[in-house]
């Protein structure tokens, strides 16, 4: 008997023509591009370098796209968003020691956000392998070790035969519930050597889903439907797992209030009446959850921000859905359910019974209510109506990309991303220099769009050479500079914690001079005139730098008349 997928798997007589017949001049170099281009791959980042040379090579008897940046670690960023955008796995193609090593903060931010990126690094030649100080440039005892821990999987090759598999075994590692960043390495004899394997025209770019267990989410399903304040928490797995949809029929069906993480922005509508938004970071946010006698959970870890700072203390059960194993139950007793967003929800919408609160509204009112009445009293409209006017003049449907600095501290809580998506933030490892280079990223994955970027001065410094690159590809970014004259968030948390500052003034350039000396348009604007400008440089082709001179001020923070721990006092930091 003949089954359908033998069939499949069964080669035509073009394919075993072409196989017994590889064309001449082909190098482990094009084995690495001809299996990225067999698994869907149509553009890859990076940088070249000396032992790499045979990939950046092969490129160019590719049809694939190549981007380059200015520094690896932009490029890493650059790919997480172009990940985050298009749900693929991003290549990223790397040199060897100090290309690779320079990579390693955008990979850790695409391992806390779950950001499938796909690094491929050279390596010294094989005869130097085994940890031996043979003296090669660039070499390293154990460069994969500088990345098993930051790193979903690590995956070595030693011989040409070996790249197709590993290549697609990390493809579908970075693309498997919970997705994140992936690490291949090749020496570079490997990749300059003359091939006569095959040329790559298949493989299997599916990855591995990652259902609930039935028996968990019946339990977790009739908890629900017998609830008499059910709440709900949604992160970022939601938004990776596409789940939002299901996210909001769940709340309707169950008429639950939810609330979004940082990471789970625009995972459920903003002005819903079932809406407390994101201000997570709030106590009487925090008051609301702990009140909750059934609190669901969803793509979240309930990490340092999530729990306002690990001061949420729940009452109630708790039913908590997490792709990653390491974030089930590791902060708060639950009924632990590991899997994809997504399914789990669909699970729940299968077997859950409606139920009808119409107090729930009014609740969420209340709490809304009282956040704002707290803003009121410290005198805080400038941070408020600078988000006001980001929010006017960027299109409903653009993606925006924020770095870490005070009036992305305030987007967390306070910003409409108006979508699943929209709004990306380097809060899930907390490097500065995200912004524009991931703003770069999403615009090559969809130029028909523009893009916001916003960088405080101190973090525009850390990507500043990027501006080559947005002119070179003529990228639709608009990046928007707070300038403050220094690390501002850090001014706050030092001036609170010991009553002066050090090491946060800094001297910078004229943004604008400097935007414009790469040929990039640049405009400086005040609080008054910022939804003008923005507006204008958003909807002007090509990239676009507006500097806004402003000092900024956090709202203060809610959690340290409860904070068990005193550090917590000088972080704001996060998760996904």
Known sequence: MTHDHDLVLRPTRAQISA?????????????????????GTTTVFGLPGQHALGMFDALRRSS????GLRVENNAGFAADAYGRITGEAAPLLLSTGPGALTSLPALQEAAAASAPVLAISSQI???????????YLHELPDQAASFRGVVKSVHTVRTQSQIPSAIEAAWKSALSAPPGPVWVEIPQDVLLAETTIPVVTGGDAFPEELPPRPELTAVAADLLSRAARPAIIAGGGVVRADASRKLRQLAERIDAPVVTTPGGKGAFPWTHPLSLQSWIEDRHTTDFLEDADVLLVVGSGLGELSSNYHTFKPRGRVVQIEADLGKLESNHPALGIHADARLALQALLETVAERTDPS???????VLAKVADRLAAQELTLEQDLLSSIRKALPADSPSFWDMTILAYWAWSAFDAKGPGHMHSAQGAG?????????????????????????????????IAELATARQYDLPVTWLIVDDGGYGILREYLTDAFGETTATELTRPDYVALAESFGVPATRTSPESLAADLTKA?????PSVVVLPALLRMFAPTHLDRAEDPGTALTRSSDQ
């Not at 130029?447 to 960088?455: K, N």
Request: charge should be neutral; glycine fraction near 20%; avoid cysteine.
């Open 360 to 366: 729930a509204p009014e609740r969420v009112r209340e």
């Open 125 to 135: 030649p094989t005869a130097g392998l085994g940890g031996g100080r043979h003296g």
């Open 64 to 67: 694939l796209r190549y981007v």
């Open 431 to 463: 490097g500065l220099g995200y912004g524009f280079p991931a703003a770069l990223g999403a615009a090559v994955a969809d130029p028909a769009r523009p893009v916001l970027a916003v960088s405080g001065d101190g973090g525009a410094l850390y990507s």
């Open 19 to 39: 196989a017994l017949n590889p064309p001449p001049g082909r190098i482990g170099g094009d084995l690495v591009v001809e299996t990225l281009a067999a698994l």
């Open 538 to 542: 958003l909807a002007t082709p090509g």
